[in-house]
């Protein structure tokens, strides 16, 4: 059961901004990632992504629960890093309108991928928003022996938008692999979520549906930087001019 990604949001081509959890307490925690959701949401972009790329899983619950009883005005979703199981139950508990897998197909052997299918099933079925799924995603391992237009339809089955990379944190998602993804999934949501820069989007919107963004919002452009908001501007701004086009 495939539900309607795209109508979380309130433009066409949406961007998700990534809070990666830098701090050394949980107050420090709170309090950056509030402040970068609200730089990120004011200049632009459709919603952030609480995720532990830095901080514990403790650190993402306490984000997700300062969000959800503050009743804050922003989409919020979730990626706990490798706990899947963990992740679909903070979604539910603090109400994320979606979460990102990173990996929903292609990254177990077939003898353990049964077993996955059926796991994603339950929770889906457990969960009323939207899951965020990567096939051939950064640092995911390509264990199913598939091809890659066999693990897509199965991934398709398995999420409500597709997530597609290029090798790594910060590096580019090549046009080839977006097109080779949207000749597959057809009218299926596919969300850029690696490398996505003001230069290159214009090019990555023409296939995609819309973007996960870290790096580039960042003052270092790394993921380890702060959030600037002139960089969120730079890249928000070519969005709009994007979206005038599409309406």
């Known amino acids: 059961m495939s539900r309607d990604f795209l109508s979380i949001f309130s433009s066409v081509k949406p961007v998700m901004g990534m ?8 107050i420090e925690v709170i309090r950056r990632a509030n402040e970068e959701a609200r730089i990120m949401t004011e200049n632009g972009v459709d919603a952030v992504i609480v995720e532990n790329y830095f901080g514990t899983p403790e650190y993402v619950r306490a ?25 679909f139950k903070a979604a539910i508990q603090y109400g994320a309108a979606f979460l990102q897998l990173d990996s929903v197909a292609g990254h177990l052997p077939p003898a353990e991928d049964a077993a996955f299918g059926r796991f994603m099933k339950t929770w889906r079925d457990a969960y009323e928003g939207c ?6 995603f950064k640092y995911q391992p390509y264990l199913s022996g598939r091809s890659l237009e066999e693990d897509l339809i199965i991934g398709m089955g398995r999420c409500d938008a597709i997530a597609v990379t290029g090798l790594g944190t910060g590096m580019p998602t090549e046009i080839s692999k977006i097109k080779e993804f949207r000749d597959i999934v057809g009218d299926f949501p596919l969300l850029v979520t690696a490398g996505v820069t003001p230069e290159s989007c214009p090019a990555q919107f023409a296939l995609a549906h819309g973007a996960i963004v870290g790096s580039y919002f ?16 730079e ?8 979206r005038r086009g599409v309406s």
């Not at 809070?19 to 949980?26: P, V």
């Not at 270092?220 to 002139?230: E, V």
């Not at 890249?235 to 994007?242: A, F, G, Q």
């Open 218 to 233: 960042k003052d270092s452009h790394t993921a380890a930087g702060n959030i600037c908001k002139d960089h969120v501007r």
């Open 63 to 87: 984000v997700l629960r300062d969000f959800q009883s503050n009743k804050v005005q922003f989409v919020y979703g979730v990626n706990l890093l490798d706990d899947d199981e963990a992740n």
């Open 131 to 136: 899951v965020i799924g990567g096939v051939r």
């Open 235 to 242: 890249l928000m701004t070519v969005v709009e001019t994007i």
């Open 19 to 26: 809070l990666h959890l830098n701090g050394d307490t949980e």
